[in-house]
């Protein structure tokens, strides 16, 4: 389990267990080095991140980061005097890489809500979480362990990008349902389904079905697929949402037709 000392104790080991150093753990751009403090902060960070999503954070110590880090313990903590300090800047991190950010606030999905264009509103969302998945998969492993844990740092994602998601797409479909675009169901529920269909695809992508070999589709269309279904399911009779009129859903029936989308063989194949 990570623990953090007091001050008092910070010349004290953390823990009585054998640790062994991995330099492998270590991403190559950021290996120990004389540097300057804001650099050696960022590399106990990305270090720490690396060794929590492979890990766990039960299974991390303070200890085992200063050595993925080739630092004393000392070091860690002159940095990082508490466990929340350390969580915090792992999501700050994050957001300013735009993993994390507030995609909310993200320029197109501002623009498309302005036009009230919920077809590029919804899609622009799930192809900018889709792919903000595949380009940090280290950061779905360790929000996948901060959740099965329960640790704070999952409690502290929850409030500060999930909820906020949750409020911001809840009162777009509010608007639109005031307006007669959509129809009347709860909004969390809308929410939750548009975002259980992104986020399982994520995961199968990232985690489980990493070759592909159930669905191999791009980002962009996954994003227009399950907008379609969506749509099609919440707008209302004036509100048309019919795909096949616009440049993506033209790139999606190509991509049908040219096989991109195929049914996973579930014949055993014959001994030789």
């Known amino acids: 389990m990570l623990t953090f000392k007091t001050a008092a104790a910070k010349d004290q080991h953390v823990s009585k267990q054998p640790v062994t150093s991995d330099r492998s753990l270590i991403p190559a751009t950021i290996a120990p080095s004389r540097m300057a403090g ?8 990305l270090v720490a991140i690396h060794l929590f999503a492979k890990k766990g954070f039960r299974g991390t110590t303070t200890r085992e980061i200063a050595q993925a880090a080739g630092v004393s313990e000392a070091m860690v903590f002159r940095h990082f005097a508490t466990k929340e300090e350390l969580y915090t800047a792992i999501l700050d991190h994050k957001a300013c890489a735009g993993v994390s950010a507030n995609l909310c606030e993200d320029e197109e999905v501002a623009e498309a809500v302005g036009r009230r264009d919920d077809r590029a509103v919804f899609e ?24 099965l844990e329960g640790h704070e740092l999952g409690k502290m994602f929850w409030e500060r990008n999930v909820l906020q998601m949750y409020e911001f797409l809840g009162d777009y479909i509010e608007e639109r349902q005031r307006e007669g675009a959509l129809r009347e169901l709860e909004p969390r529920i809308v929410v939750r389904a548009f975002l259980g269909m992104i986020i399982h695809h994520s995961v199968n992508n990232n985690l489980w079905d990493t070759q592909r070999r159930l669905l191999d589709i791009s980002n962009e269309l996954a994003a227009h697929e399950f907008t379609e279904i969506l749509l099609k399911g919440i707008a209302t009779a004036g509100n048309s949402c019919d795909g096949s009129r616009t440049e993506a859903g033209r790139r999606r029936r190509h991509h049908h037709s040219a096989g ?13």
């Open 38 to 45: 804001e650099d050696r902060r960022l590399q106990i960070l």
């Open 124 to 147: 622009a969302l799930a192809r900018t979480v889709l792919q903000h998945h595949e380009n940090d998969m280290e950061f779905l492993r360790l929000l996948m362990h901060a959740a």
């Open 260 to 272: 991109g989308i195929q049914k996973p063989s579930t014949k055993k194949k014959q001994a030789k």
